[in-house]
């Protein structure tokens, strides 16, 4: 059996990385992953020179220039703003929360008209201590903008009614004084040119991959294989969930080939109510200025995830973060097996966040 200094398991970007910066220090690596693809939720897929982001949007921003400069070695960003709107009902709203989405709604031109109104609306409301998202929403921005861009979205997220959520999930709502629409307050911002999965591709470059590989059937047969393990699955899973199982929710996702060149003008349009099922359209081509004559949406409806399910966000509250703990005591204990990644890690990260903690773990294991 050929061995390696490495077996990387997942071929997203924590994975990728490592793999990149472990070969610039001759290190051998193999990268595994159970899904038939790299790039891990990343992953675009060519359809019609329309990049489709097959997972969800995903728009890189970071104000780290080392982070920056990193990722532009891989691939050519072009000048992307992420500005989306939001609709409720016939209404439709620019986000951030901005003075076009307070104009919109209260027919004001001014940031003192705006802050005025909804300090207003908080004063009315009278919530001293918030119990629950609700309450922490209503008490941050007022009646008007929880009920029509916050409550229904939210819900739909989550699956619950917001009283019945924690406050701490909304720990602020930024209000913009300022007519800008553009969503992150980062410096850098882009959509890679030829799309993520060319990005990963350029990482893994020269790095061995094997595609359709879960690690459990895997390592049965390849125990000695590597004597150390980047292990970016779900760490309960790795210990066969023997403390409990930590909570996620799920994605699922509706793509249609449209025979029209522009379906809504943006490429991201949020639904606010909770009537609607999803909670976005995406339209993928205008990522990267397509004039394509043809258009790919993709509608996203959250959904509880089980076992099996693909898990997207995990669920930070005090049960799983207790347990997620306790894992985490139990790796840290490994000598052969270091975790990472979204899932190693049990939390939501940005994408220039996974990068940097790759390379920080990188810094700290292979000099």
Known sequence: MKTYDYLIVGAGLYGAVFAHEAKKKGKTCLVIDKRSHIAGNIYTEDVDGIQVHKYGAHIFHTSDKKIWDYVNQFAEFNNYINSPVAVYKDE???LPFNMNTFSKMWGIRTPA?????????????????????EEQALSLVGQDVYEKLIKGYTEKQWGRDCKELPSFIIKRLPLRFVYDNNYFNDRYQG?????????VANMLEGVEVQLDTDYFEFIKTHEGIAPKTIFTGMVDEFYDYKLGILEYRSLRFEEEKLDEENYQGNSVVNYTEREVPYTRIIEHKHFEFGKQPTTVITKEYPSEWKQGDEPY???NN????????????MADKEGSVIFGGRLG?????????????ALEMTEAVLN
């Open 92 to 94: 439709l709203y620019n």
């Open 113 to 133: 008209e705006a802050k005025a109104k909804i300090q207003e609306q908080i004063a009315e409301l009278n919530i001293a201590e918030p119990q629950n998202l």
């Open 191 to 199: 959509i890679p040119m030829g799309g993520y999965t060319q990005l």
């Open 313 to 315: 966000y995990p669920i």
């Open 318 to 329: 005090e049960r799983n973060n207790t347990l997620f703990e306790q894992y985490k005591e």
């Open 345 to 357: 890690g049990y939390k939501y990260y940005d994408m220039d966040k996974v990068i940097a903690a």
